[in-house]
Each structure stands twice: as C-alpha cells, then as structure tokens.
C-alpha cells in the first residue's frame, strides 16, 4: 500500500492535525527532521503538483512514534533502530502493538471491515519473513485492516 495512503488512514483514524503528526515523528527520533509543510505535502492528491511521496524512514517514524505515544516509552531498553523498509506486514505489527490488540481484537477489527480471517492467516500476518508459513499482507488486507480499526478507533 502507499505509504501516503496508511499516513491518511492513520490521521484519520486518531482524528491528528499536520502538527500532531510531526509530534509523532519526532517522539520516535528528536532528532528527525519533519516539518508540518512536509506532512501537508504528503496528504496532497496525487495529481496535485505540490504531492510528494511519503518515504519509508518518515512511515517509520511516525509509527513508532505512534507505538510510544500509545505505550509510552521503556527507558530501561535501548532505542529501536528505524527499519529502512516498511512492508505492510510492519504498519500491521506496529499498530496492533501500539493500540495493543490481541488475537480476539484483531479477529473483531477484520469483522468489522467486513474481511473476516482465520486464525491460521492471521498468525501468518505476523511471523517472520523467513519462517515458511509466513504471509505477505496484500494492500486489500491492509485496507480492510484500517478500515475496521478506525471503526473501532472512533466508534461507529
């Protein structure tokens, strides 16, 4: 899915302003240089001139950003590197950690979507990817996925 896509879906789903996004980022690294024109550019049509495509390192951010606004932060362990490659499976494991979703959660916000899975294809959402019973999350699983988590998120 385009990271864009998932940015919207996720400002969407928290209700989040442009300036609560650059929060998000900059919990996850201080350092990380986002600013609000950035965010606005990257929720921009497509089509519009002035759209730019959301990178994997600023998707990452913003969801780890997220999982420690969620959690908070464990100053005992080390910072966790930002991966360089965000798969869908990741967005899928970063907010089933952040709003900490279980197994049962999980099953209820994919019924709701109206995309039940089974067990089985669900735990294969979030193994490894060299485990052989992985599964690649397609863009459809994903969209449902954030569709029945914004349901869930802002009743409804």
């Known amino acids: 899915m385009i990271n864009n896509d998932v940015l919207r879906s996720i400002r969407y789903m928290l209700d989040l302003g442009d300036q609560h996004v650059v929060e998000l980022a900059r919990l996850a690294d ?7 024109a950035d965010v606005q550019a ?3 049509r497509e089509d519009d001139p002035d759209y730019v495509e959301c990178s994997d390192r600023v998707l990452a951010h913003v969801l780890d950003g997220l999982v420690i606004h969620c959690r908070g932060r464990n100053d005992n362990l080390p910072p966790r590197p930002v991966e360089k490659r965000v798969t869908n499976n990741l967005v899928l494991k970063k907010l089933r950690v952040a709003f900490e979703l279980k197994d049962v959660d999980l099953h209820d916000v994919f019924a709701a979507a109206g995309f039940p899975l089974s ?3 669900m735990t294969a959402l979030f193994r490894q990817p060299d485990h052989h019973n992985y599964r690649a999350c397609g863009d459809q ?3 449902n996925f954030l569709k029945g988590l914004t349901l869930r998120v802002r009743g409804g």
Do not use: G, I, V
């Open 42 to 44: 990257f929720l921009r």
């Open 141 to 143: 699983l994903l969209r």
């Open 30 to 36: 201080p350092a990380f240089a986002l600013e609000k």
């Open 119 to 121: 067990k089985p294809e």
